[in-house]
């Protein structure tokens, strides 16, 4: 078999690489980074373990198995499932429940939970809306009330983007297609099989030595597997597919170095792979050179708890607009995992900017860190000390997806077909958060689904 070469090594490449058949053939890794984690950001301080990127992990069968593979399984911390998470409603935090329950909770307006509950009696939508607003559908399904503390927050939460310019359909397919099978988002959930009382199937979770310690454990067993991570190296060209021949690609690093392809795995964000592969992707090109991403600044604090009755309490707590907040979130990852901290110090990580901020980055460390602990201490008025203020950045942090984003993947489907008509296997693949979802969780799927296939 001939060679993969998979552009970027943040966790799908990695997962790719590392869960190919044995046999096919040997693979390559490019990754203009120092190391191998993409998006995965761990950083150490004062003895303490902080994510500046992704803080949580669903506990998929995609992941656990995996983690069970890497023997990472013994380091699993599990957050309580009744950890309650928090919208801020009229100056107040107050707990949502999650799933369906949380349309009967006290984030909800009272009166906004009468008009939620009537949601199955709302007419299907019309045949011709292929897509519309994370907004718009929930406030057609919804009522303002849920569309305002619940999709608000859902937005900011996952994607930090703007609830009325992103897709519902592609950010969140399973309520998109809820309604489509069933006429109703409620009868559509239901009827999976989950039900108003029912916890969570999948397990939240993180890693002892925080979640870098998942990539780590793949370049390790890749490594020794035979497959050759190559770091410092920024893919800047890609040429070909040359019908016929058994390496249809070479692609180029900014080194100068090149590398021979049979197959190629994109992992790279939809303006790279535009950039080294435009021209083959003439119907999604321009549609893909459009799309952007939310900047985010995200501060880590640690703060002393004089007494525990003043920690912070559940999964952390969502703002919508207009509530008092320019934070977007503000997560405590000490309490959501027992054990991340030692007992006295409460771990914070608050979240600005994202697409209805777009400016908040830009403040410097000491603004940020500053206005990041005035709007912690508001939450969380039991807070002594502050330990330590870290500010990360995140220039390009989550892609956006605007109404109608569905159309730009399926022209990039019918690309992809065109490059890969002619051989007997596919010879170019693409994966990405701009395509096949952005969770941790889903990247490892999507990682997995590639790798029988380069
Ligand atoms: C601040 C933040 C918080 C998040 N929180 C969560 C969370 O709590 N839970 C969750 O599940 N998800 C979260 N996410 C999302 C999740 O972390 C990402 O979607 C995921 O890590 C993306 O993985 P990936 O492998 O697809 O892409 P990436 O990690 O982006 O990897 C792509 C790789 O391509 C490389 N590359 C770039 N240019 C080139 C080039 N020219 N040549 C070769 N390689 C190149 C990059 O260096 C990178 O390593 C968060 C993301 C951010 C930024």
């Known amino acids: 078999m001939s060679r993969a070469v998979v552009l970027g090594a943040g966790i799908s490449g990695l997962v790719a690489a590392f869960r190919r058949r044995p046999g096919a053939g040997d693979v390559v890794l490019l990754e203009p980074g120092e190391r191998a984690a993409g998006s995965v950001r761990t950083v150490e301080e004062a003895g303490l373990v902080l994510e500046a990127g992704p803080n949580t992990l669903r506990g998929t069968p995609e992941v656990e198995r995996l983690l069970a593979d890497l023997g990472l399984d013994r380091e699993v911390l599990v957050a309580d499932p009744r950890a309650p998470r928090w919208v801020v409603r009229a100056g ?11 349309l009967l909770t006290s984030a909800v307006p009272a009166s906004g939970k009468l008009r939620a509950l009537g949601e199955p009696f709302v007419p ?10 994370v907004h718009a559908f929930f406030l057609r399904r919804f009522g303002e009330g849920v569309a305002r503390y619940v999709a608000g927050p859902l937005a900011s939460g996952v994607y930090a983007d703007d609830p009325a310019t992103l897709s519902v359909r592609s950010a969140f397919p ?4 809820a309604e489509g099978r069933a006429g109703s988002v409620l009868r559509g ?9 029912r916890p969570a199937r999948t397990r939240t979770l ?14 390790e067993r890749l490594t020794a597997a035979g497959a050759a991570l190559v770091t410092g190296a920024e893919v800047v060209a890609v040429e070909g597919p040359v019908a016929g021949a058994t390496c249809p690609w070479r692609v180029r690093t900014a080194d100068g170095r090149s590398f021979e392809a049979g197959r190629l795995l994109s992992t790279l964000d939809a303006g790279r792979l535009v950039r080294l592969l435009g021209e083959r992707l003439s119907r999604s090109a321009p549609r893909l050179r459009s799309l952007s991403f939310v900047r985010l600044a995200v501060v880590l604090q640690a703060y002393g708890v004089p007494r525990p009755e003043g920690a912070p309490r559940g999964f952390g707590c969502l703002m919508p607009r207009g509530e008092g907040f320019l934070s977007l979130g503000v997560l405590t990852p000490s309490s959501l995992f027992p054990g991340r901290a030692e007992p006295g110090v409460a771990l914070v990580t608050s979240l600005l900017g994202g697409a209805l901020d777009p400016d908040l980055p830009s403040l410097d460390d000491d603004e940020l860190a500053a206005l990041a602990e005035e709007e912690t201490r508001r939450l969380h008025p039991g807070l002594g000390e502050r330990l330590l203020a870290r500010v990360e950045r995140w220039p390009a942090a989550i892609p956006r997806l605007p109404v109608g984003h569905h159309e730009t993947l399926a022209a990039l489907d019918a690309d992809l077909a065109d490059v890969n008509r002619g051989f007997a296997e596919p010879v170019l693949l693409v994966t990405g958060p701009f395509r096949d979802g952005v969770s941790l969780a889903d990247r490892v799927a999507a990682g997995e689904a590639a790798a029988d296939r380069i």
């Not at 107040?92 to 949380?102: M, S």
């Not at 959930?189 to 009382?197: E, I, N, Q, T, Y």
């Not at 030595?209 to 370049?219: M, N, Y």
């Open 92 to 102: 107040r935090p107050r707990a949502v429940l999650p799933g369906p329950r949380g």
């Open 124 to 133: 299907r939508r019309p045949e011709a809306l292929g897509d519309e607003s």
């Open 174 to 177: 399973r309520l998109w297609d």
């Open 189 to 197: 959930l239901l009827a999976k099989g989950g039900s108003p009382g």
């Open 206 to 219: 993180t890693l002892g030595r925080g979640l870098r310690a998942l990539p780590e454990a793949l370049v």
